[in-house]
């Protein structure tokens, strides 16, 4: 899968932020995507060895490198 690194979240509301954290998304999360399903507007993400879906619109808020 593609890796990526968590640069920053264009959503700095509160909840967001808290729902990525949780996730182990917060900034300067590393991961590596291994689904990316179109047809559902979901990606999965693997971040220190446990997968996490977003929707495509969560996914969208964040810029990654």
Do not use: P, W
Request: charged share 20%; glycine share 10%.
């Amino acid at each position: 899968g593609i890796k990526c690194i968590v640069i920053i979240s264009t959503d700095q509301s509160s909840d967001f932020l808290r729902y990525l954290s949780q996730a182990g998304l917060g900034i300067g999360a590393q991961g590596v995507v291994v689904v990316n399903d179109h047809a559902l507007r979901r990606m999965t993400v693997r971040v220190d060895g446990l997968e996490q879906t977003l929707l495509r619109d969560a996914a969208a808020k964040l810029m990654v490198r």
